[in-house]
């Protein structure tokens, strides 16, 4: 089983639409969560972090749920400029040293 | 400005070569990673290194060496005995639990 999973996609959703993207990860020890975005052939960018609390930046809020082993995002009112791949990233911390571990990405195409 | 410059941008290796990928980092920061992007997959971690003259292997360091000598600089050096070398090469470094990228090296094998 793969640390983190993600659906694929691809996400194909008009301008405008409000769009989830989900993501589990195995490790309990899991110590923080991130959405980075990828445009093709570029690296990863930080998006977001994600807390218990839920977290919202502008169009985009991120949820954790501990107890499940789940990562959500959701983006409101999609733009062009959001087509990209989303990567769902935890941060495990093991015998002194830590690690980003990368899910496969999600990819969204918005169309006009 | 402070960040990670990763050198070349392309890279093209003939099969049984060693080539090396600079990472080098004016941040200041303790540990650095490298890892490796494959299409349609997410990255996997080569190689790391939490301080100067000390690194670990990854999940997936067979065929590739690294070297902490300054703690600039993290190069990575694929070698022949990497059988699908062909990939996007990203390197990080952290502090706490804020991590940067570089933008990579796309090496190909020809």
């Known amino acids: 089983r793969k640390e983190v999973e993600q659906d694929p996609g691809p996400f194909n959703v008009p301008e405008g639409a409000t769009v989830a993207f989900n993501c589990t990860y195995s490790?309990?020890?899991?110590?923080?969560f991130f959405w980075y975005r990828q445009d093709c052939r570029k690296e990863p960018k930080l998006l977001m972090s994600v807390y218990s609390s839920g977290n919202e930046d502008g169009r985009f809020t991120a949820q954790l749920n501990r107890a499940s082993q789940y990562i959500s995002l959701l983006i409101r009112d999609s733009k062009l400029s959001d087509s990209a791949t989303y990567l769902c990233?935890?941060?495990?911390?093991?015998?002194?040293?830590?690690?980003?571990?990368f899910g496969t990405g999600t990819r969204l195409l918005v169309s006009p | 400005d402070g960040g990670i410059t990763q050198s070349p941008k392309y890279l093209f290796r003939k099969e049984g070569q060693n080539v090396t990928l600079s990472c080098e980092q004016n941040?200041?920061?303790?540990?650095m990673y490298w890892y490796r992007q494959d299409p349609g997959q997410g990255l996997r971690l080569i190689y790391y290194s939490q301080i100067v003259n000390d690194f670990q292997k990854g999940d997936i360091a067979e065929g590739y060496s690294v070297s902490r000598e300054k703690k600039e600089s993290f190069p990575l050096t694929v070698t022949s005995a990497q059988k699908n070398p062909t990939a996007f090469y990203l390197c990080?470094?952290?502090?706490?639990?804020?991590?940067?990228f570089g933008s990579g090296t796309r090496l190909t094998v020809v």
């Open positions: 490790n309990s020890a899991s110590q923080s």
């Open positions: 990233v935890v941060n495990m911390v093991s015998t002194g040293f830590q690690k980003l571990v």
């Open positions: 990080a470094s952290r502090s706490g639990n804020g991590y940067t």
């Open positions: 941040l200041n920061h303790d540990a």
